[in-house]
């Protein structure tokens, strides 16, 4: 297997609200798709919003999962700065803080934020190393293997 995440697809309450959080609030480029579904690209890998109960059949378990799901979503920005301004981006898109921007043991500064359906995003700066995919418009830079920041 190649070591890839092509598509995350969250199960949402709320379709169209969630649409508008991700598209119109975080500014995330949608993609064509039948009005069931939402497609957005992302750098390297799609994101898909689907009804909850649709996602939960299609899977086979029920759609009443609640507490916390055992993972986040991260998303890695250049700064300290950027780290805020997406927080606030987000939460004026009506996202709820769970988790102030802060430094954080491993040597960087991260926060969370609780998407309308409560999928916990963390907004990180990592100053060692990038996590992830460049953006396309950045120069390539010479490899940054996580391992050699520590060995």
Known sequence: MKPRISM???GVRDLE?????????????????PPEVAFF?????????????????????????????????AHNVDSETAVDELLEQAISAGA???KPAQKVF???YSGYFADPDGYLWEVAHNPLFWVGPKDEEEQPSP????????G
């Open 8 to 10: 995350i697809t969250l």
């Open 17 to 33: 609200g969630s649409v508008r959080f991700y598209e119109q609030g975080l500014g995330l480029p949608r993609m064509n798709s």
């Open 41 to 73: 690209t992302l750098n390297g890998a799609w994101l898909g919003l689907y009804s909850r109960e649709s996602l939960a059949e299609d899977v086979g378990v029920p759609a009443d999962g609640t507490g916390f799901a055992g993972f986040t979503i």
């Open 96 to 98: 709820k803080l769970v």
């Open 106 to 108: 491993w040597g960087g």
């Open 143 to 150: 490899a940054a293997d996580p391992r050699a920041v520590h």
